[in-house]
C-alpha cells in the first residue's frame, strides 16, 4: 500500500474516533464550552448562585481549620468581598451562632431573584453549634437578613441541612438533611416546620452501591464513605420535588401537595414516593424553566442533562469538573461550583490530593 495513502486512512481513522467521542450536544462532549468564572486556591468553596443580572455569590464549609469566611461575593476571577459584610462572617466558636454564618453548606436564589443562605451550622461536619443552625433569606440589597429560619427544633444535633429550593408561589421551602436521611419542610409564611421521610429508602444511599470514584471506592476511616439525602431540585411549576442520596445513582421524586399536607402522616407520605431509576452520582442539581434537569457525574468528570421524559444525556465532560458539587441558573448560563471533595485528606489517609484550585465555572444551555 502506498505509504502517503496509508497516512492518509490513518488519519481518516483516528478523526473519525476523535468525532465519535466528542460529537456535539446532545449526543456527547464539548469541553471547549467550559468558562471560569472564579477560582480560590486557598479554601474549599462548596456552593453557588448567581442573581439575574446580579451579586455571584460563592459559599465556604467550616470543615477544616483553614478557613477565612462563609459567604462571599465575587468581583472576578480571583476577588471576592465577605457576604454580606465581614460581621456575619465573624463567628467564633463557643459564642451564639443565630445571628451569624456558622458553617454555611449552600446558597441559592429564587424565581423572585431573593438570594436564600443555608447554615447547617455544624463545623467539621459534627454537631450543631450555638443555635445556628437556620435559613436566611437576605434583603434584595444584601445589606442585612430578611427573614431567620430557625432550624434547630426540628433537627436532631448530630443533622447535617444540605441544599434548599424555595417555591415563590406557594411559599415553601424545602431542604435536605443528610447526615440521617430527610426532607425539610417549611411553610415560610407562619414559620412551621417539619421533618419527614427520615430514614426512609429513598433518604440513604443504596448500602450495596460501590461509589468508585478516581479508580478505587471512596472510602473513609476504613469503610465506605456514604452521603445520604443531598441533592434536591423542584420542577418549574413546583409540582414535583426531586431528590437522591450522594453516593449512589438512584432518583426519587414526590408532589410537593403531600409534603405540604401537615395532616398526612410520615408512614402515609412515604407512599406518594416514586423511584425513578438509575442516573448517576450528583451531589447538587437543578431544573431550567423548560423542565430539564441539570446533575452531575461526579464520577465520570461529567455534566448531565435529564429531559422531562427521562432520557440523559452528557453536556460536557472535562477534567477540570472535580466533584461538580452545586448549581445555579442565570442569563442562559448553569453555573457549577467544584469542591474536589474526594481529594480531602480524611478520604485519602489523611493526605491531601488536591492540586489545582477550588472552582466555579459556567456553560451556556440556551
Known amino acids: 500500500m502506498n505509504r502517503n495513502f496509508s497516512a492518509v486512512l490513518l488519519f481518516i481513522m483516528l478523526s473519525g474516533i476523535i468525532a465519535c467521542k466528542h460529537e456535539p450536544f446532545p449526543g456527547g462532549d464539548h469541553p471547549s464550552k467550559l468558562e471560569l468564572v472564579f477560582k480560590d486556591s486557598a479554601y474549599q468553596l462548596t456552593g453557588v448562585a448567581k442573581q439575574q443580572g446580579g451579586l455571584l455569590l460563592v459559599n465556604y464549609p467550616r470543615w477544616s481549620l483553614k478557613y477565612k469566611h462563609a459567604v462571599v461575593s465575587v468581583q472576578d476571577t480571583t476577588r471576592a468581598t465577605p457576604y454580606p459584610d465581614e460581621a456575619m462572617n465573624s463567628w467564633q466558636p463557643g459564642t451564639d451562632g443565630r445571628n451569624k454564618w456558622v458553617c454555611v453548606q449552600s446558597v441559592y436564589v429564587d424565581d423572585d431573584n431573593t438570594i436564600w443562605v443555608l447554615d447547617p451550622a455544624a463545623p467539621f461536619l459534627k454537631t450543631i453549634q450555638g443555635q445556628g443552625a437556620k435559613l436566611v433569606k437576605m434583603l434584595g440589597n444584601g445589606k442585612m437578613p430578611m427573614e431567620i429560619f430557625d432550624l434547630n427544633a426540628v433537627l436532631p444535633d448530630t443533622a447535617y441541612a444540605n441544599d434548599v429550593r424555595i417555591d415563590v408561589r406557594r ?196
Not at 430527610?182 to 452501591?209: E, K
Not at 470514584?213 to 434536591?232: Q, T, V
Request: a neutral charge; proline letters at 5%; aromatic letters at 12%.
Open 171 to 366: 411559599q415553601f421551602a424545602y431542604l435536605t438533611e443528610s447526615k440521617g436521611g430527610g426532607i425539610i419542610v417549611i411553610d415560610l409564611a407562619t414559620h412551621q416546620m417539619r421533618r419527614v421521610l427520615a430514614g426512609h429508602y429513598s433518604v440513604i444511599s443504596d448500602p450495596a452501591f460501590k461509589f468508585i470514584i478516581d479508580g478505587r471506592e471512596l472510602m473513609k476511616d476504613g469503610k465506605p464513605a456514604k452521603f445520604n439525602s443531598d441533592g434536591i431540585a423542584l420542577t418549574p411549576d413546583g409540582k414535583w420535588l426531586y431528590y437522591k442520596p450522594l453516593s449512589d445513582d438512584k432518583l426519587y421524586r414526590i408532589e410537593t401537595q403531600y409534603l405540604r399536607d401537615w395532616n398526612l402522616s410520615g408512614k402515609a407520605l412515604e407512599n406518594h414516593v416514586q423511584d425513578l431509576g438509575h442516573f448517576s452520582t450528583t451531589d447538587g442539581m437543578i431544573f431550567d424553566r423548560s423542565g430539564n434537569l441539570y446533575m452531575g457525574d461526579l464520577q465520570h468528570y461529567r455534566l448531565l442533562k435529564i429531559t422531562p421524559n427521562l432520557t440523559m444525556h452528557t453536556i460536557v465532560q472535562d477534567p477540570r469538573l472535580i466533584w461538580p458539587d452545586s448549581y445555579s441558573i442565570a442569563g442562559g448560563y448553569l453555573y457549577v461550583s467544584c469542591s474536589q471533595i474526594q481529594k480531602q485528606p480524611e478520604y485519602n489517609n489523611g493526605i491531601d490530593k488536591r492540586t489545582s484550585p477550588y472552582t466555579v465555572y459556567r456553560i451556556r444551555i440556551d
